[in-house]
């Protein structure tokens, strides 16, 4: 099996099919084409931009470039983990919970996978690196915006009780620990239950892509594994390293529940 | 001896309105406040307990709260707020030990210990004072901090909080700051144990008036 090129004319008469949707949502009323048409034109310029991009980089193999982009991205979804904060921590401390945890997990899982599972040599090369720490940080800034926010909606709400345990003598973590609990839960559900449906019910987008590029479906089958178990890992580490630092930031030194470092969006 | 001294306590809250607060209370000494809502009462406990961000010290037999941490302070001073937070799922999660104390502090409240098997979320409002109030003393604290803390309940069980409390503030000389909206009741405590009613108003603290 070889790959089939697609020329511009096929992506052409796919987007057809976004045009034929949006003049359907204008006949309807549905007031979304321009957002759609926009939504289409965005994915279709940072797409060609990364393929671009990609192509000079996996020619290139520089370090630095690789190490540049990779900030980029981890900028990037940190950023998107704070604004679906509904209460955000005050100053830098918003950006650098969700940032900070996504760096210790993302990397920390595509850097022992690079080098202990796949083996590749070097191990940043960009063909294996830039793809699989994309999938990590997609997939675990969505376990850790959930965690985080459920940590802060459940103290906000629970104000009352996380005080009067506090009130009892009980120490800050015991006063919050059955709310960080409840966070880390939800942040980790959507991946235990990708997990169980995986080939069931969809087929994952990565192995997808892989058939359609040409290799065998086992090998395919394998790499989703990697991928899925990859990102098990990653959110949850992420998820706990989140929920833990935001926990602990919304106590003081003198263990009192500081509500006031969280801001409503 | 002085058990229980507020020295310069100022909560630094946003918009609290209280200037520093000087208030020394002996073994067993009782001062009732009252003030218009939003005066700060609810603010004071909160500081004395170090619930909130605040200037100032406070001694507890002679002991800086500075030099304690917070966890063994708020054990000490014992703030019942007026509003009880409950967690997990039965009474008995709110007890450490359930000897016979804990079940002569619910027998004087008038629960049996079937109590300890009783849902949390299923509790009235003023079941969960006095619980709340019973689930407090359990925990031995050397003074007491009662904001509204028998608002809720009707004139039995108010009297058998009322008494509880002041047979614990005698076994114990626990001195006792308590914050209540009641003409009367502030009267009559004043009356039985010779307590100070003051009035926080306008940032301070002062004497009340005589009605």
């Known amino acids: 099996m070889s790959l089939i090129s697609l020329s511009p004319w096929d992506l052409a008469l796919a987007a057809g099919l976004v045009l034929l949707l949006a003049a359907l949502s204008w006949r309807l009323h549905l007031d979304i084409e321009r957002r759609m048409l926009i939504a289409a034109a965005r994915s279709t310029v940072q797409l060609v931009l990364l393929g671009l991009v990609l192509k000079v980089l996996f020619e290139a193999t520089h370090p630095l470039l690789i190490a540049l982009l990779a900030l980029v991205m981890l900028s990037v979804a940190g950023w998107e983990v704070m604004a679906r904060q509904r209460r955000r921590y005050r100053g830098a401390w918003g950006y650098g919970i969700g940032a900070l945890s996504m760096f210790l997990s993302s990397f920390g899982v595509t850097v022992l996978s690079l080098t202990l599972i796949i083996g590749v040599t070097p191990w940043y090369q960009p063909q294996y690196l830039i793809p699989l720490l994309g999938m990590l940080l997609g997939n675990t800034m969505n376990g850790i915006a959930i965690a985080l926010d459920g940590l802060t909606r459940q103290a906000w709400e629970g104000r009352v009780k996380i005080e009067a345990r506090l009130l009892l003598g009980e120490g800050w973590s015991e006063a919050i620990g059955d709310i960080r609990r409840e966070a880390l839960r939800a942040g980790l559900i959507p991946i235990v239950n990708a997990m169980a449906s995986a080939g069931l019910v969809s087929l994952p987008g990565m192995m997808t892509g892989q058939i359609l590029a040409g290799s065998p479906p086992l090998e395919a089958a394998k790499y989703q594994l990697l991928i899925m178990f990859m990102i098990a890992a990653g959110t949850g580490l992420g998820s706990v390293a989140a929920v833990w630092i935001g926990s602990r930031r919304l106590f003081d030194e003198r263990e009192r529940l500081r509500l006031d470092r969280l801001r409503m969006k | ?211």
């Open chain 2, 1 to 211: 001896m002085t058990a229980l001294r507020l020295a310069g306590l100022r909560p630094l809250v946003h918009a609290a309105p209280l200037r520093p607060v000087d208030l020394e209370l002996g073994d067993g000494d009782i001062v009732l406040l009252s003030g218009p809502s939003g005066a700060g009462k609810s603010l004071l406990l909160r500081a004395v307990a170090d619930l909130d961000p605040n200037a100032g010290e406070v001694f507890i037999a002679e002991t800086r709260r500075s030099q304690l941490p917070a966890t063994e302070w708020r054990r000490r001073v014992g703030l019942l707020p007026a509003e009880s937070g409950w967690w997990g799922e039965q009474v008995s999660d709110h007890f450490r030990l359930a000897g016979d104390e804990v079940a002569a502090l619910l027998a004087s409240l008038g629960f049996g210990t079937d109590v300890l098997d009783w849902d949390v979320m299923r509790l009235s409002t003023g079941e969960r004072q006095r619980l709340a109030l019973a689930r407090l003393l359990a925990n031995g604290p050397e003074a007491l901090l009662l904001d509204e803390a028998t608002a809720n309940l009707d004139p039995a069980n108010r009297e058998r909080a009322e008494v509880l409390i002041l047979d614990y503030r005698e076994r114990r000389g626990a001195p006792l700051l308590w914050v209540s909206h009641d003409p009367d009741q502030r009267a009559r405590l004043a009356a039985a144990t010779d307590g100070r009613r003051l009035v926080v108003d306008g940032g301070r603290l002062q004497p009340e008036e005589a009605p």
